[in-house]
């Protein structure tokens, strides 16, 4: 379990990365979903020890992640946001290095951990190949597999999936969905559909301010009898746009189509449907909007 108390941070310039925090992250696959600027970066790489925060307090099973960095880079495995690799080595060649780093000295234990994480992230038909060559998805791939060096206990992945296409997106997701079996997990994104299906639990961050946390499906429920859609004109959507709380708007077939927030049918030619996790998303980071 890892326990975020009060966490804030504000950079040099003046701006409020983090505002008091809070979070109970436990085993499994956690999304911590939110827009550029949210802070979600920030607070990874204060979880990874990388940098300090103002004020605030981390744990991790038992580990006092502020003071104690040693111990938790011992058992912390991180895929950072720009997570560069050498084009010109092939991926068996820098994950052993890696591997080296990480204190696997002795020749044969590093082969045989090498081999293990190329095939759990499917790399292994692939590992004599350049690291230049390989597709978006395979180098996230390959960033996990050096994320996952050593067993670690807490895994963090800041913004994988971005610039990959659905295919590598799933199957990025069913690997980090396998891990987090085993492991607290956290996967930072702006991609509402990354954490829908596979994070049984996520928090909603804006602005360096957590706006909801729990399990997605709870705070679908909540929203329940709520959401409405209509297609409207291009011509009246700044219309519908200033009367109502327009949560999104998608052109469907060239016509706009808006979901609504409203405790009631908003007009005639609203029909309730079912919200999903983007409604959730927009709804409460337009209500921090409003209260801002
Ligand atoms: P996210 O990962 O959600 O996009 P970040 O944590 O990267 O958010 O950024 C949060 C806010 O802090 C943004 O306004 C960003 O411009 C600012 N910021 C991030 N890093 C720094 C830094 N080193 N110095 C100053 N401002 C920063």
């Known amino acids: 379990m890892l326990t975020i108390r009060d966490l804030s941070k504000t950079y040099a310039n003046g701006v409020r990365a983090l505002n008091h ?85 002795a020749r044969k234990e590093r082969r045989e951990v090498v081999e293990s994480l190329l095939r759990q992230t499917n790399l292994w038909e692939a590992r004599k190949r350049k690291l230049g060559t390989y597709s978006g998805g395979m180098r996230q791939r390959f960033g996990i597999a050096q994320a996952l060096i050593g067993n670690p206990r807490l895994v963090i992945v800041d913004e994988p999936t971005a610039g990959l296409d659905p295919e590598e997106r799933n199957r990025f997701l069913n690997l980090l969905s396998e891990i987090g079996e085993q492991v607290v997990v956290i996967l930072s994104t702006h991609i509402v559909e990354d954490v829908t299906d596979l994070c049984p639990r996520m928090a909603i961050i804006n602005r360096g301010t957590v706006l909801l946390t729990g399990r997605p499906q709870e705070a679908i429920e909540a929203l329940s009898d709520r959401v409405w859609k209509a297609t409207v004109s291009k011509a009246s959507l700044a219309d519908y746009q200033a009367r109502f709380n327009v949560l999104s708007t998608r052109l469907v077939g060239g016509q706009p189509v808006i979901h609504v927030h409203a405790e009631s049918q908003p007009e005639a030619g609203f029909s309730k449907i079912a919200p999903d996790l983007e409604d959730v998303y927009f709804q409460r980071l337009r209500q921090h909007a409003q209260a801002a």
């Open 21 to 105: 925090v809070s979070l109970d992250i436990p085993k499994g696959l956690f999304g911590l979903l939110g827009p550029n600027g949210a802070g979600k970066s920030s607070l990874m790489r204060t979880i990874a020890t990388l940098q300090e925060p103002d004020e605030g307090s981390i744990t991790f099973d038992g580990i006092d992640v502020l003071r104690d960095k040693d111990a938790v880079r011992r058992t912390l495995g991180y895929l950072p946001q720009d997570f560069g690799v050498y084009p010109k080595v092939s991926a068996e060649d820098l994950l052993d290095h890696f591997a080296a780093l990480k204190g696997y000295a």
